[in-house]
């Protein structure tokens, strides 16, 4: 089959952007043709699967996503495509990768309604209900029963049109071996001794995912051993004069985006996520592949397989003492949650969302061929 994918912009580290790069090479893998349809890419990373480039500029945010929405409509009309997924919200596409959070319930938990009057939010409602529109001619992929719960209280989404995706997990998290040569190497550079215990957070929005709470568990007691590295690619400077502000400049060291995550995992104590939105939360799946401990926020749409795991999950309202009270005892009970984690590893690394989302679309298109035949 050839199966379009469509992915407004790729950049590097970007959690949607690398499920949907995932699935394009699972499918190549078994034999399907996967066409990854975008407007931007900031990388070379993508040299092996056929792109086809459309313009969606504009001035603003806004009509650069409506382009790329019109865009697309052309494209699939034309590019001879078997069928196609939407990772970006491009509403008529038949398959839906739901993988961001719902707008919707954004704006009136957070008490913001009036911000859906302005034009940004305005089209964020609008092409969210328009995917949601004749939902029996779609089908949704949702990422855990805590997101599907969460669009079902706002929108109808029968249940013949929903999979639920198992834990995406990434086998090269699997089995990495603790480098005591990289980790001596690593802190000898950054000038940290080898007795601290590591903390590690891991984003593309900083401020969205928490980092002050992060920074600002190392002011506890708790954690007065600790020291906290930061990737993501992200601005990082006015996180660096908070932290200085507070004592902590030698404490919180911002390691930029990382391509060695696994091995940076096996070396960590505990990762810490006290993120204000999360729809999914893929590093907390990696985290627990690399049978890291896990701090994270009840709002994450993993936080159910965090605790399935041996983490520990807070509420929304958990400030930073919280969170470093509980990053020390996850720490200290770090042997007792690796048996619990390396249960829910075997549990879970032979399943594949990829394998999953492949084998549905290939149903489905089994059965609209026969049908066509029939007729």
């Known amino acids: 089959m050839r199966i379009g994918i469509l992915l407004r912009k790729y950049f590097d580290f970007g959690g949607l952007q690398r499920?949907?790069?995932?699935?394009?090479?699972?499918?190549?893998?078994?034999?399907?043709?996967?066409?990854?349809?975008?407007?931007?890419?900031?990388?070379?990373?993508?040299q092996n699967l056929e792109m086809i480039h459309i313009a969606s500029r504009?001035?603003?945010?806004?009509?650069?996503?409506?382009?790329?929405?019109?865009?697309?409509?052309?494209?699939?009309?034309?590019?001879?495509?078997?069928?196609?997924?939407?990772?970006?919200?491009?509403?008529?596409?038949?398959?839906?990768?739901?993988?961001?959070?719902?707008y919707k319930e954004y704006l009136q938990t957070t008490k913001r309604q009036k911000m859906s009057w302005l034009p940004r939010y305005r089209f964020m409602l609008l092409r969210e209900s328009q995917m949601f529109l004749n939902p029996e001619r779609k089908h949704y992929f949702f990422l855990n029963e805590h997101q599907l719960k969460t669009y079902?209280?706002?929108?109808?989404?029968?249940?013949?049109s929903v999979t639920l995706l198992p834990p995406w997990g990434n086998q090269t998290f699997l089995n990495q071996p603790v480098e005591t040569s990289f980790k001596t190497e690593l802190l000898q550079n950054l000038g940290i001794s080898f007795e601290v215990k590591i903390l590690l957070f891991v984003a593309s929005n900083f401020h969205l995912k928490g980092l002050e709470c992060a920074i600002r568990s190392l002011e506890c007691n708790e954690l007065s051993n600790a020291v906290l590295l930061v990737c993501g690619d992200d601005d990082h400077r006015g996180f660096a004069k908070f932290a200085a502000k507070r004592g902590l400049q030698n404490r919180v060291f911002f390691l930029g985006p990382r391509k060695d995550l696994p091995r940076l995992m096996r070396i960590s104590d505990c990762l810490i996520h006290p993120a204000r939105r999360e729809a999914a939360g893929m590093i907390l799946i990696e985290a627990l592949f690399s049978e890291l401990p896990v701090v994270c926020s009840e709002i994450c749409g993993y936080a159910a397989e965090v605790q399935k795991a041996g983490g520990t999950v807070l509420p929304t309202d958990a400030?930073?003492?919280?969170?470093?009270?509980?990053?020390?005892?996850?720490?200290?009970?770090?042997?007792?949650?690796?048996?619990?984690?390396?249960?829910?590893?075997?549990?879970?690394?032979?399943?594949?969302?990829?394998?999953?989302m492949q084998r549905l679309i290939e149903g489905r298109f089994h059965n609209s061929t026969q049908s066509v035949g029939k007729a």
């Open 58 to 102: 504009g001035w603003t945010n806004i009509q650069k996503e409506r382009n790329f929405i019109q865009a697309c409509e052309t494209v699939l009309e034309s590019a001879d495509l078997d069928t196609c997924v939407a990772f970006s919200r491009v509403p008529h596409a038949p398959y839906q990768f739901v993988g961001d959070f719902c």
């Open 319 to 356: 400030i930073n003492s919280d969170y470093a009270r509980s990053a020390a005892v996850s720490i200290r009970r770090s042997s007792e949650i690796e048996k619990t984690m390396s249960q829910w590893v075997k549990q879970n690394q032979s399943q594949s969302a990829s394998s999953t």
């Open 152 to 160: 079902r209280s706002f929108y109808r989404i029968p249940e013949a």
């Open 19 to 46: 499920d949907a790069v995932r699935f394009a090479e699972h499918l190549r893998k078994n034999d399907h043709e996967p066409v990854l349809v975008t407007s931007q890419t900031h990388t070379d990373k993508l």
